[in-house]
């Protein structure tokens, strides 16, 4: 979307506008704002003009216009009806040197989940993958990945569903499956799907990719993918969608938006983020096995730390994981 429609859509969304005040707001002619007014409508918009000016009746279900409307966060939206990755494009994105651009897509065909798994993302979902440049060290990006897990989990329960957080990032939804099997950062395949691991059916998971120097990243790609208005049938085993637990769909077009204010806000006030994340913890409290790089680490789980670690309690004392694979066990 061009600068001058994105800024026509911050004008409308405030109220009745006159053209000429458009004219002026925007610094274009009168004959450019009517051209951009006619294209909006093209994309859905119903724009009256009145006798106060310009008032937005209705607005697309879905769609980068649809979204930007009325959004309270720094993003430009770029929207497809069908993508190989979100992340794929956030990353050519990036390589132009873009920022703060959500990529949004209403299905993915190649998409993925960490360590190249399978990753599942039918039409109906939420598939967005957020281009941020935070000054901050790569050592830091762990905890804009938990970011994105509590702006997810927000938007979850905002929109009726009581999701929580698996460590780091994994979306579940409790009580609906005592026999699935979950990864953090990562979707379920059919073939995980079955495993030992508790706590719950997976709503979504959240992938951060990354470029960097050794004292600054140079950008980050938050990968979030909820399953919103998808029919169980089309998901893996062990996977649950917003339609599923609430019975109708979600208004996805607010569904991002609040997706996005949340991630923005977090993103400005990195100390919130842990004690939003324990807030919404399903990981903390419990008995928890940790594939590491360095072994297997099994205890209970009683904190995470900057900027994302799990801190796990074993019979020989504490330990902090920083990165692995986790299970919720069964109570001894």
């Known amino acids: 979307m061009n600068d001058t429609r994105r800024a026509l859509l911050d004008a409308l969304a405030s109220g009745p506008v006159t053209g000429p005040g458009l004219a002026e707001r925007l610094d274009v002619s009168r004959?450019?704002?009517w051209k951009q007014v006619e294209a909006l409508r093209d994309e859905g918009f119903?724009?009256?003009?009145?006798?106060?000016?310009?008032?937005?009746?209705?607005?697309?279900?879905?769609?980068?216009?649809?979204i930007e409307y009325g959004l309270d966060a720094p993003f430009s939206v770029e929207y497809h009806d069908s993508i190989g990755s979100t992340n794929d494009r956030a990353r050519e994105l990036a390589a132009e040197g873009a920022e703060d651009v959500a990529v949004v897509a209403d299905e993915q065909v190649g998409s993925r989940g960490r360590l190249k798994r399978e990753w599942t993302a039918p039409s109906g979902g939420v598939w967005v993958s957020l281009l941020v440049r935070p000054q901050r060290p790569p050592a830091h990006v762990p905890v804009f990945t938990l970011a994105a897990a509590v702006a997810a989990t927000r938007a979850c329960r905002e929109a009726g569903v009581d999701a929580s957080i698996k460590w780091p990032n994994d979306l579940l939804v409790s009580g609906t499956n005592e026999?699935?099997?979950?990864?953090?950062?990562?979707a379920v395949s059919a073939s995980e799907a079955s495993g030992g691991d508790r706590g719950g059916k997976k709503l979504a998971g959240i992938l951060t990719e990354m470029e960097g120097e050794a004292d600054r990243v140079s950008w980050l790609v938050a990968g979030i993918?909820?399953?919103?208005?998808?029919?169980?049938?089309?998901?893996?085993?062990?996977?649950?969608?917003?339609?599923?637990?609430?019975?109708?769909?979600?208004?996805?077009?607010?569904?991002?938006?609040?997706?996005?204010?949340?991630?923005?806000?977090?993103?400005?006030n990195p100390d919130d983020v842990l004690?939003?994340?324990?807030?919404?913890?399903?990981?903390?409290?419990?008995?928890?096995?940790?594939?590491?790089?360095?072994?297997?680490?099994?205890?209970?789980?009683?904190?995470?730390?900057?900027?994302?670690?799990?801190?796990?309690?074993?019979?020989r004392g504490d330990v902090t994981v920083h990165a692995g694979d986790c299970e919720h066990l069964r109570p001894v």
Do not use: C, K, M
């Not at 119903?46 to 649809?66: C, F, L, R």
């Not at 089309?234 to 609430?246: F, I, K, V």
């Open 225 to 268: 993918g909820v399953n919103a208005n998808v029919d169980a049938a089309d998901l893996p085993e062990g996977a649950t969608s917003l339609r599923e637990q609430l019975g109708e769909d979600v208004d996805r077009r607010l569904f991002v938006q609040r997706l996005l204010e949340e991630f923005a806000d977090l993103r400005d």
């Open 46 to 66: 119903g724009i009256e003009s009145t006798g106060d000016g310009y008032v937005v009746s209705d607005v697309p279900p879905y769609g980068a216009a649809a």
């Open 179 to 186: 026999g699935q099997s979950t990864r953090s950062a990562d």
């Open 275 to 315: 004690p939003a994340w324990r807030a919404h913890s399903a990981t903390l409290g419990q008995r928890v096995r940790v594939e590491t790089p360095g072994g297997v680490v099994e205890g209970r789980a009683v904190d995470v730390e900057f900027p994302g670690a799990l801190v796990v309690r074993t019979g």
């Open 31 to 33: 004959a450019a704002v």
